[in-house]
């Protein structure tokens, strides 16, 4: 796989999700909250599908394959 996210963005990404999924979890934002969990997903595995569809890509890394 092809990574795309990396860096900051990366960062970034992970910290938004968890916030995002702990407001939810405690009841502070509404259902929206549990949105969070794409930030999150995106930011763990380093590929961000819209990224691809746009040709974007802020990782830095070579990927093998």
């Known amino acids: 796989m092809k990574f ?3 860096g900051l963005d990366r960062i970034l990404r ?3 999700g968890l916030v995002l999924i702990a ?3 405690t009841g ?6 549990w949105l969070g969990v794409i930030p999150l997903l995106t930011g763990v595995v380093r ?3 819209l990224y691809s569809l746009i ?3 802020t ?3 070579k990927a093998k394959g």
Do not use: M, S
């Open 47 to 49: 590929f961000c599908p």
């Open 28 to 33: 502070t934002v509404g259902w929206w909250g």
């Open 14 to 16: 992970i910290v938004i």
């Open 55 to 57: 040709g974007i890509n």
């Open 23 to 25: 407001l939810a979890a």
């Open 4 to 6: 795309n996210v990396g």
């Open 59 to 61: 990782c830095p890394l």
